[in-house]
């Protein structure tokens, strides 16, 4: 399955050159806790970066001068990125090898198409942990309703 069909479309993304303040108000706003950082090329959003609500809580407690603090200097540079068309568990690897919580989706050229979190992968999971339960507690009902072994053979 293809990680496009899993990740958020709808992404908040920031510039760099936006400042710490505008990055928090931006993540409160849009009720996310990080922002995907981009660059406009040949007139489509590239990640550059990502931004955190840790990364600025850190850069907050830790600076003389917040206030005076831009995205591009609290950012992750060069994010860990997925293609749209990589499967899920070549993205959980990635992340779970990086220690990376939330991955923006790419298409072939490099525009963001997305974002996947951890959370996403996690409700996935989930489900299909449950689906996979399903076809036993299935297969034993069907046993049940069937005739017991020795009355089907007996018949033969």
């Given at each position: ?14 510039d760099?050159?936006?400042s ?9 706003q849009?009720?996310?806790?990080s ?8 007139g ?32 992750h540079?060069?994010?860990?990125t ?36 951890a ?11 449950t689906?996979?339960a ?10 049940k309703a ?11």
């Amino acid at each position: 399955m293809p990680i496009k069909s899993v990740c958020q479309s709808k992404v908040a993304t920031i510039d760099k050159s936006s400042s710490l303040k505008e990055a928090a108000q931006a993540m409160f706003q849009q009720h996310v806790g990080s922002l995907v950082v981009t660059d406009t090329l040949n007139g489509k959003k590239v990640p550059s970066g990502m931004i955190t609500d840790r990364d600025i809580a850190l850069a907050i407690g830790s600076s003389q001068m917040p206030q005076q603090l831009s995205v591009e200097q609290v950012m992750h540079n060069q994010p860990l990125t997925v293609e749209e068309g990589e499967g899920i568990f070549e993205t959980l690897s990635k992340m779970s090898s990086t220690g990376v919580k939330r991955v923006p989706v790419t298409k072939k050229d490099g525009s963001l198409c997305g974002v996947v979190c951890a959370d996403d992968l996690l409700t996935l999971i989930g489900e299909e942990i449950t689906n996979l339960a399903k076809i036993t507690q299935t297969q034993i009902k069907r046993e049940k309703a069937i005739r017991t072994p020795s009355e089907k053979y007996a018949q033969l």
